[in-house]
Structure formats: structure tokens, C-alpha cells
């Protein structure tokens, strides 16, 4: 492993001086993350008995950046590891992990002029709310995606057209059904002065099995909007879901939110509250499927630092929450949040008189805060705890739990010089 690294730094190096001379700016750049988590429930409530968990996740990045007035290229490889993974040792040593080096991203940018350009391979794509198209940089490995971006930007607004398509290895169309076989998209963004509306057609294709060809097609439309005025803001989204194609049934689902907050003491201190609603089904059996699909979507930034909802249930979800942050002076940030959780339709479950039908799934509060130790180094530090019920147990099949506030925290450094 560490040979594959040294490689790669020399190979960094080395297009370096060759594009140097090709009157090329080079901009290297590196990032270590350690993150630290003690285990009381995340994710999910404990079972009686089991142990708290204490680990050390990393994240460690070599980056990129070669770019001329019409081009750009940019080069980024990560190695994620948990402390002490690694699958090759011996009695007198650790050697190190042979798999966890990886291509993190690794694209180019070619503009044809001042309005059009061109982007293509390994990238991140992340546009509006991130409902559906996120980075999700909690995850240590965050998503990007091998695609095509054909780019216009001009008066005040831009359009993207985004064509992917996926295959194991190069003979063979067959792929899991877990992953897209294709992803497209075209949106469209516009930018007034205090306002911004965009919005979005996505069509993704995912093969019934990896062994079969019949691809299922299904579409989504959004529409994102932001107003911001004075330190007032709203902003607001809503998507549609539906099939294309019969194979894999009916789909009629949707996705929305809306979030108002204001500023205090100077703009010190921001406020608000928002819903998100995640349609679901219905106990009783049906054709049609309403269980609307976020896609690569934001889990964590929406839904609760407890991630008990990065699967959304087979009824749906609504989040109605309270937020504020503290910002004193350029270094600190403090946040709070409280969620108040219930599934979109409900659900039958057994109590002591008998069956009934329930939708509170509990209370999770997030509490967060990051400070600046100096320019590349930031510090971060988190606590949740989530005020469980008997139907979200049952929900994360953890019925016999006695766990009532299951919790965990965390604390993570990030250094980074770009």
C-alpha cells in the first residue's frame, strides 16, 4: 500500500513537470481525514446485550489540478480504511490493506468558448438540494459517478445534460440490479438577484438481476427553489417519480420539502424550521408502487445524523424539524437540530390490546459543532441521541431492544491544503 502511494505521488510529480513546461498550472493537493465514532445505536438500536462499538475511520486523498485557459484536468485517489483493516499481516506486523486504494475522481474540462463546455469521466454531481444527486461527503469514500457533461452557461443561467451508461467488463451488458446500468439527466438553473429556480429530468435504468438484459426505466422530475432576502430565506423542492417501461412494475411516488429561516444578533445566529415528506405504501397490497426512490440522494444532511433512515421504510417518511446555529465570530460554528419522525402511511403493529396502526417513529436530536483550529485544519465534534418507540423498533426489527435512547458521538479532524 504504501508503494501504491509513493506511485501515485511521483506520478503527480511528474505530470507536473511536464505540464509546467507546456504552460500549464499545476495546483497539487492533499487531504487526511480521521474521524473517531463511539457506537451506542447508530445506524440502529442496539439489541439487548450487544456491545458498544469505538473505532477510527480515515480518509486520506492525493489531488490534482492541471488546467490552461480552455482546459482543465483533475486527478484525485483515496485511500479509506478503518485503524487497523488491514489484510495482510504477519505475528510481527501489520503490511498493510491491498484493497483500499481507489480512484477517487478523474476528469477533464475542455470549454469550446465562453458559453460551452465539455466534461468527461470520473466526477462528482451534485446540483440543488442534493435530494436526489449528492456528493455525501460524511461517507468516507463520498459518490461520484463515470459520465458525460455537456455544459452551457450564459445570462444568468445554465444547463447540463449528463448521459452515463455502465457495464461490469467490457463483453458483458449484464449488471447488478443495485447499481444504475444508465443515468441521464438535463437541468436547467436561473439566477435572478435574490432568487434561484431550477429544474431537473432524470432518467435511470437498473436490470431486473445480473442476469438478465430487460432493463427497468424510471423517471424523475424536480423543481428546486431558494429565496434569500435580508437574511430571510426559503427555500423549497419537490419531485415526481413514475415508471417508463412496464418491467418492474408501476411507480407513481414524490418527494417534498420546504425550510424558512431568518438571522439574529447580527447574523450571528440563523433559525428555522422544515418539512420533508417521502411518499410511501400503503399496508394493504397494491400495483402501482409509492415509495418514492432518493436515489444517490443526501441521507445524513436531511434525515438525521443517526442515519436510521439512509433505507427509507416501505411507507415513506415525514421529518418536521427545528434547527439553529450559532456562528460568534469566523472559527466557531454551533448547530442544533430536532427532528420529529413518522412514516408517510402507517403501519400495523402488535401491542398489548392487539393490532393497531401507528406512525410515530420518535425524536432524534443532532447536536453539532466545528471549530477552525488554523487555515488546512478543521476540527468537528457530534452528538445524537433518537427517543425511540415500539413501531421503530419494529420498523428496524429490533423489537426485543430495551434501548430507549440509543445514541453516538463522534469527533473528527480534517486537514486539508488544496
Not at 495546483?27 to 439487548?48: M, V
Not at 465539455?118 to 449528492?134: F, N, V, W
Not at 435572478?192 to 438481476?209: C, K
Not at 487555515?375 to 434501548?403: H, Q, W
Request: hydrophobic letters at 35%; charged letters at 20%.
Amino acid at each position: 500500500m504504501n508503494r501504491r502511494i509513493c506511485s501515485a505521488g511521483l506520478l503527480l510529480l511528474l505530470c507536473a513537470s511536464v505540464l509546467e513546461a507546456q504552460e500549464y498550472k499545476f495546483h497539487p493537493g492533499a487531504e487526511i481525514r480521521p474521524r473517531i465514532l463511539w457506537d451506542g445505536g447508530y445506524q440502529s438500536p442496539h439489541t439487548d446485550g450487544s456491545i458498544q462499538q469505538v473505532y477510527i475511520s480515515q480518509r486520506t486523498r492525493l489531488n490534482a489540478d492541471f488546467s490552461s485557459e480552455k482546459l482543465k484536468m483533475y486527478v484525485s485517489v483515496q485511500d479509506v480504511r478503518i485503524w487497523g483493516d488491514d489484510n495482510s499481516f504477519k505475528e510481527t506486523g501489520m503490511l498493510g490493506n491491498t484493497e483500499s486504494l481507489m480512484l477517487h475522481q478523474g476528469w477533464f474540462r475542455v470549454a469550446f468558448d465562453q458559453h460551452w463546455a465539455l466534461k468527461a469521466g470520473r466526477q462528482i454531481l451534485a446540483y440543488d438540494d442534493q435530494r436526489i444527486l449528492s456528493s455525501r461527503n460524511w461517507n468516507d469514500y463520498q459518490v461520484t459517478y463515470d459520465a458525460l457533461v455537456l455544459q452551457s452557461e450564459r445570462n444568468n443561467s445554465c444547463i447540463d445534460l449528463v448521459i452515463s451508461w455502465n457495464a461490469q467488463t467490457a463483453q458483458d451488458f449484464n449488471y447488478s440490479e443495485k447499481k444504475f446500468k444508465t443515468l441521464d439527466f438535463i437541468r436547467y438553473e436561473k439566477n435572478w438577484n435574490d432568487f434561484t429556480l431550477a429544474g431537473i429530468g432524470l432518467v435511470t435504468g437498473n436490470t431486473l438481476n445480473d442476469s438478465v438484459e430487460e432493463m427497468y426505466l424510471r423517471g424523475t422530475w424536480g423543481l428546486n427553489f431558494n429565496y434569500l432576502i435580508n437574511g430571510f430565506q426559503i427555500r423549497s423542492s419537490g419531485y415526481f417519480q413514475h415508471h417508463i417501461n412496464k418491467v418492474g412494475g408501476q411507480v407513481s411516488a414524490f418527494c417534498f420539502s420546504v425550510y424558512a429561516g431568518n438571522t439574529f444578533l447580527r447574523e450571528k445566529m440563523l433559525a428555522g424550521a422544515g418539512l420533508d415528506l417521502v411518499s410511501g405504501n400503503e399496508e394493504s397490497t397494491g400495483t402501482v408502487n409509492h415509495r418514492f426512490d432518493l436515489l444517490y440522494g443526501a441521507r445524513h444532511r436531511y434525515y438525521g445524523a443517526m442515519d436510521y433512515f439512509s433505507k427509507m421504510p416501505d411507507q415513506g417518511l415525514e421529518d418536521f424539524y427545528l434547527n439553529c446555529s450559532f456562528i460568534p465570530n469566523g472559527k466557531l460554528d454551533l448547530q442544533a437540530c430536532y427532528h420529529w419522525f413518522f412514516l408517510d402511511k402507517p403501519k400495523n403493529i402488535q401491542t398489548a390490546g392487539g393490532k393497531q396502526q401507528r406512525q410515530y417513529l420518535g425524536g432524534e436530536l443532532d447536536l453539532q459543532i466545528k471549530r477552525k483550529v488554523q487555515k488546512a485544519i478543521n476540527l468537528e465534534a457530534g452528538y445524537s441521541f433518537f427517543s425511540t418507540t415500539p413501531l421503530l423498533k419494529t420498523i428496524k426489527g429490533v423489537e426485543s431492544s430495551d434501548r430507549l435512547l440509543p445514541w453516538f458521538f463522534y469527533l473528527m479532524v480534517e486537514v486539508k491544503v488544496m
